[in-house]
RNA sequence: AGUCGCGUAGCUCAGUUGGUUAGAGCACCACCUUGACAUGGUGGGGGUCGCUAGUUCGAAUCUAGUCGCGACUACCA
């Protein structure tokens, strides 16, 4: 291993990646305890952003931490076909060559998704490898696979046998861009400024109401539905108009005669009390229309335009002749906001627009197509979801499943517990097509196979037979991503072995849309949880807090933090292949501003030490670019320690340490120091803390741990300690071997510890450092540390003494780099020290910690004072009761060290009123358990006893 | 409107069952190129823990209210 002076990431990772990869080391291992994780399927046309780089980065955790506590370890990977948003994809590329799908033919079509999807299908797997993802390859799934695309022909037979899959005509959220149903949880609702618009309708037959108008008035904020009316609702209690009921309306502009009804859903307080009712385009009437048996008037075509004819059907859904089906030619073919306009400006010329006002409602939006949703009435597929949430509740509530954090539950609950039935269908053609066959008499009948189907009915050849067009939902086969792609429905080993997984790592963004149906799912066809833990993480936003999204131009390739790139480049790929080209002005203004210099190459193990540090329990994941610089730092520590190892060992690359010197440093005599025992001992601890934030799924704590033993134990005080070891004439053999050895091995269990967070640097070290370590036995094969065993907590490695010594030790020299630092003496300048008011055990530390103290604090010269020996004028410093003096012979500036201790004193005084404060109040002293009382008196102690010495030193000072 | 979450240093965030002198990283200031690392070292400044009440001997932590932000659900004639 050349090391050079910095960590250089690239020179390494992807290199290791391809030798683990080669290697197996992904695949399971055996072992009793499985322990497995299905990858979130990412959609396979798309690119991992920043939320993808998360998740890999938790998962990848896991894994390897399971791995390395040697489970039997399945991480499988994959890809889910995302119906709509790759469709999409592909028809723009279409439509670029001029091209219309519906010209092509299904069939060609779905060659040239095929296509699209052979080629961008390996940029996700190729982002997966770059971030250092150990998944088995071997076992890639997707979700039209046939195996999986069996599994969902299997659930869709079973559910619809079971009757819990159904067809009906029924309003549905209507995509008029992308001409498909999607369901409510596809639907986002954005506040937007609007108008309502007052309509005068007039009474048939000379009906007028109590204050002799011969028409009432509706408010609607869809005037264009007016031309579907089939009636006016108005509250059956409502004094007004009660009486009104069971007459009629003349519908403007379209001459229709309409009754108006009673219905509680009227609200005497709302509007004017008057509603219209559109029972084929608002969800509300369409149960008001059901109740009433009013027919349903579909005014709309799929894009969303005005029907030249309307479509009548009666309150069962079925055509009929209640009305004509004549509409206004002039709207035909109109565009339905156009035809709002043109509509509002006829009722204002017939003198029928009674007022408008300004007014905010809630609009339904596509989340794919970003076109505003229509009710429309269409045939669909449903799941009946009732039956199916039961046992999904319960699940969670009887702890089978647990979400992490905890809070996530009340969310599942609330959702389930008010679940909607469920539109499976869609009508695209990219995805599983649902597996049901229509005879010329439109009689269904649903198999596995068109053959099945013949064979289950008793339909002959004869017989004409067309499957249905619609495709199902994407979520429909994600729902069975667990259990299918581990084989069901046959009874394989895998899923023996691995299911139910153990942990779901997702964004509590897709709770509804993924995570629930597959509890549902899962719980129904295999009888078992899909997996037993659900960590739900926060969603990834950018510096301003924002989601980011492609539309809004901030989205991260995480390949680019990895490898970096420069500015141009960023902008550029930031602005390209936009829906919104409008954007772009905007978008690279603000890219300019938030990096001026472009990205620079962190790294990946930086990148996903990152990511694990931001992993804490809240919603929001700001990424923060100068943390992902400092973690870039933390692995250029982690270097540059091993470059001190190497260099205190004798061991490089050109003259590698020799078998006789490597079992010399492992086997030879070895005399701990107080700072070998020290690392020794707080290494278990950083081993205990981490372990145990994993199991708790803070990966934040874990890396904070790991950071903090690595910089500030390890590099920060330990790497300094074996200096005046290794580097002094007058250290033993023993003594210098057990430094190296100390430096050495708990560096080598610090690689293993860090393993799961920073995979790349920790093998690229360890390879070199383990053999050294003579810890390969701890590895199967010491082949990889991705399969050495992880470091174990070691209670009889604690070594409290050195603990408390060492803490003694810093705070000596931390004593007297204080003194340096405010009376201006520089590091270089060696100072004598005097020890005053020393305890016993000051005076055992002083001895044995002589050599260190004297190195680190660039010491010439240490004395002990008894009692009553005099000590000269000096610079203090307060290590608990001892007195560290730095005497003042001669230049030093009285003054500055009068403002010192001044300082000092002051800030002392405020702690001890305040702990007097509290002693003298007998409240405290009364109802305090004793061991709180106790704390406080001892440090009213010791405040007191730093006020006095603090203040006879100033005195002395003083006095001068 | 309802439910939930959040509000701690200039920024990004920790803070375990109420008892620490409220922490970390980054940024900032001063000094230092000493034989792992300037992607470094040493020292330092900076917080009335959103606000107000309350419970308690004691509240960043518990309760109620309030303000602000966000998410979700519902309604929107």
Not at 485 to 492: H, Q, S, Y
Not at 729 to 744: G, H, I, M, P, Y
Not at 773 to 800: F, H, R
């Amino acid at each position: 291993m050349a090391m050079d002076k910095t960590y250089q990431p690239h020179a390494i990772e992807q290199s290791w990646y391809k030798t683990w990869e080669e290697k197996g080391y992904f695949a399971p291992q055996g072992g009793d305890d499985s322990y497995c994780i299905m990858i979130p399927p990412p959609n396979v046309t798309g690119s991992l952003h920043m939320g993808h780089g998360f998740n890999n980065a938790v998962m990848d955790c896991m894994i390897r931490y399971n791995r390395m506590q040697g489970k039997n370890t399945l991480w499988q990977p994959g890809t889910d076909h995302a119906g709509i948003a790759t469709q999409m994809v592909v028809e723009r590329q279409l439509a670029a060559q001029g091209i219309d799908r519906k010209d092509l033919g299904r069939e060609k079509f779905l060659e040239k998704v095929w296509e699209w999807k052979a080629e961008s299908g390996g940029n996700i797997t190729n982002q997966i490898r770059r971030l250092g993802s150990s998944v088995d390859w071997s076992r890639e799934r997707f979700t039209m696979d046939e195996g999986l695309s069996k599994a969902v022909e299997e659930v869709f037979v079973r559910l619809y046998k079971e009757d819990l899959i159904y067809r009906g005509k029924r309003l549905v959220n209507w995509d008029p861009k992308l001409h498909t149903a999607i369901s409510d949880l596809e639907v986002e609702n954005k506040d937007k400024k609007g108008h309502m618009w007052h309509f005068r309708y007039p009474l048939a037959d000379g009906v007028t109401t109590q204050d002799g108008r011969n028409y009432i008035v509706v408010a609607t904020t869809r005037p264009e539905t007016m031309l579907g009316d089939t009636g006016v609702a108005v509250n059956p209690e409502d004094p007004r108009y009660k009486d009104l009921i069971g007459k009629f309306i003349e519908l403007p502009l379209v001459g229709r005669r309409i009754p108006i009804v009673g219905d509680e859903h009227a609200d005497m307080e709302k509007g004017t009390g008057c509603v219209k009712i559109t029972p084929a385009h608002d969800f509300n009437d369409y149960e008001v229309g059901k109740r009433n048996k009013l027919p349903m008037i579909n005014i709309l075509t799929f894009n969303g335009e005005i029907r030249a004819a309307a479509e009548v059907f009666n309150t069962n859904g079925e055509a009929s002749n209640d009305y004509s089906t004549e509409l206004p030619q002039e709207y035909a073919g109109m565009d339905r906001f156009d035809a709002r306009k043109a509509i509002v400006a006829k009722f204002d010329e017939l003198g029928l627009l009674d007022e408008v006002k300004d007014h905010d409602l809630t609009v339904p939006y596509g989340d794919r197509g970003g076109v505003v949703i229509e009710p429309m009435l269409t045939d669909q597929w449903y799941v009946r979801i009732e039956e199916l949430a039961k046992p999904a509740i319960e699940a969670v509530e009887n702890g089978s499943i647990e979400f992490v954090p905890k809070s996530y539950e009340n969310m599942y609950y609330s959702w389930m517990r008010d679940i909607q039935d469920w539109c499976i269908s869609r009508q695209l053609w990219w995805g599983h097509r649902i597996p049901a066959w229509y005879d010329d008499n439109g009689n269904v009948f649903v198999g596995r196979s068109e053959a099945e189907v013949r064979q289950d009915n008793n339909l002959g050849d004869d017989i004409n037979l067309r499957q249905d067009n619609d495709v199902l939902d994407t979520w429909f086969s994600s729902a069975l991503w667990t259990f299918s792609t581990l084989g069901w429905p046959e009874n394989t080993e895998e899923l023996k072995t691995f299911h139910p997984t153990d942990v779901l790592v997702t964004g509590f963004d897709i709770i509804f849309f993924w995570v629930a149906r597959m509890i549902m799912m899962t719980l129904k066809f295999t009888g078992e949880v899909p997996f037993k833990k659900v960590y739900v993480h926060g969603l990834v936003r950018d510096q301003e807090g924002q989601k980011m999204s492609k539309s809004k131009g901030n989205v991260l390739d995480p390949l680019d933090i990895i490898d970096g790139i420069d500015l141009e480049s960023l902008v550029a790929k930031r602005t390209s292949g936009m829906m919104q080209p409008q954007m772009a002005a905007k978008i690279e203004k603000q890219t300019r501003k938030h990096f001026p210099d472009g990205i620079a190459a962190h790294g990946t193990d930086a990148l996903r030490f990152t990511f694990l540090s931001l992993a804490s329990t809240g919603r929001d994941v700001k990424f923060d670019m100068s943390r992902l610089e400092g973690y870039r730092n933390f692995c250029n520590k982690l270097w540059n320690a091993t470059r001190f190892v190497m260099e205190s060992i004798g061991h490089t690359d050109e003259a590698p340490l020799s078998a006789d010197a490597i079992a010399d440093l492992n086997n030879g005599d070895v005399d701990l120091s107080l700072a070998d025992r020290w690392i020794i001992s707080r290494l278990q601890q950083a081993e205990k803390e981490v372990i145990h934030a994993l199991d708790d799924f803070r990966f934040d704590h874990a890396a904070q741990a790991l950071y903090d033993f690595v910089w500030n134990e390890y590099c920060a005080w330990y790497l300094e300690l074996s200096k005046p070891v290794l580097w002094s004439d007058e250290s033993t053999d023993a003594q210098k071997r057990a430094a190296r050895r100390t430096l050495v091995k708990v560096l080598e269990a610090t690689l293993r510890l860090a393993h799961p967070m920073m995979p790349y640097i920790t093998e690229e070290i360890w390879q070199t450092l383990a053999p050294i370590a003579d810890t390969t036995q701890l590895s199967q094969n010491g082949e990889t540390i991705m399969l050495a065993q992880y470091p174990q907590y070691d209670e009889s490695k604690v070594d409290a003494q050195a603990e408390t010594d060492i803490e003694w030790l810093k705070g000596v020299i931390t004593g007297i780099r204080n003194i340096r630092a405010d009376l201006g003496i520089g590091p270089g300048k060696p100072v004598k020290c005097l020890f005053k008011n020393g305890s016993d055990d000051d005076q055992r530390r002083l001895q044995a910690n002589t050599n260190f103290l004297k190195a680190m604090a660039k010491l010439e010269d240490i004395t002990w004072l008894n009692a009553g020996d005099k000590a000269p004028l000096a610079s203090t410093a307060l290590v608990g009761k001892m007195e560290v003096l730095i005497p003042m012979a001669g230049n030093i500036d009285a003054a500055a060290e009068i403002s010192r201790l001044e300082k000092a004193l002051e800030k002392n005084q405020k702690e001890l009123d305040r702990v007097a404060g509290k002693l003298n109040n007998p409240k405290f002293t009364d109802k305090a358990p004793a061991d709180v009382i106790e704390k406080e008196k001892a440090k009213l102690a010791e405040f007191e006893d730093a006020a006095a010495k603090l203040s006879e030193q100033l005195e002395a000072i003083k006095a001068l």
